[in-house]
């Protein structure tokens, strides 16, 4: 289900954050790039890449990095919602069998902000990406990040790698009393492979958020290495509707005060490939039989 809501002013969009630093900044290396219209839409996906790729029901953006090499922004080959690097263009490498091309973040830990939409509020669907880590953990990593500090506003998510290894995904409902118990909070039981690919399955909204990995249910409990306050295993249903802020992929916006302010976890040496973000829930064990 997809809410609607009105019109923002230009200066709310993360786009429009994006010109304020550029100007006030003035250009430099670092000068965060602002989303545009020079990525290339038209490319189609690979037919023969596993998971993403396989299914189109539902899909409202899809991000396969096959043509976008050398780049400032990465293409949505299902829309519009382009994506702009920071620090640097687009580099790619091999990506999982069948898939061609992904997006490599670099030992820069380049990353890529993706515009705020109305299509993003979504009270269910899904996400999902492969994802390759480097040889060793040094820190946690952001994978993707929709979130702020503070809970005025529901529908915060953010999917990290914590330096053991899991995979920690949170979605947060809107709580006025800062109670993070609330939080619903999936995790593998097991650490990812380092240097492999592993394919990663978000589904939110009623009846359960879930995390997949490689098509099995991930079941972890209890503590991990991000931040004390809210375990694994914590349950609820909640959607990613009803804020305003953009998508951040190799990075954790989870403890920013403002939109883009603080930038956490670096997924330097990783990379990624066909990430689909979904208005419908997904079957992920599908396509992982036994």
């Known amino acids: 289900m997809i809410r609607t809501r009105g019109a923002r002013p230009a200066w709310l969009t993360a786009a429009g954050v994006l010109r304020a630093l550029a100007i006030a900044c003035g250009p430099t290396e670092e000068t965060i790039a602002v989303p545009g219209g020079q990525a290339d839409a038209s490319v189609e996906p690979a037919t023969d890449c596993a998971g993403p790729a396989a299914t189109s029901e539902g899909v409202i953006a899809l991000y396969t990095f096959d043509q976008d090499q050398g780049r400032a922004q990465v293409a949505d080959v299902v829309d519009s919602h382009n994506g702009a690097v920071q620090l640097g263009l687009v580099a790619t490498v091999d990506g999982p069998e069948g898939c ?160 883009l302010e603080t930038l956490e976890f670096p997924a330097s040496d990783c990379a990624i490939d066909h990430l689909r973000i979904s208005s419908e829930r997904r079957d992920f064990a599908d396509w992982f039989p036994g």
Do not use: K
């Open 100 to 259: 061609d091309r992904a997006f490599s973040f670099g030992s820069e830990g380049q990353y890529i902000v993706i515009d705020d939409s109305p299509d993003w509020d979504l009270e269910v669907g899904s996400i999902d990406l492969w994802l390759r880590l480097p040889a060793e953990l040094t820190d946690n990593i952001g994978v993707f990040s929709r979130d702020l500090d503070q809970r005025q506003a529901p529908g915060h998510i953010s999917l990290f790698v914590d330096t053991e290894g899991r995979a920690v995904l949170r979605v947060q409902p809107q709580d006025d009393e800062l109670d993070n118990s609330s939080d619903a909070v999936a995790c593998s039981a097991a650490a990812l492979p380092l240097e492999q690919w592993v394919h990663l399955g978000v589904n939110f909204g009623p009846p359960a958020v879930e995390l997949y990995v490689d098509g099995q249910l991930a079941t972890g409990e209890g503590p991990h290495a991000i931040i004390g306050g809210w375990d694994c295993g914590q349950p609820g249903e909640y959607g990613v509707a009803g804020n305003d802020l953009p998508w951040v992929v190799g990075r954790s916006t989870f403890r920013s005060v403002g939109v």
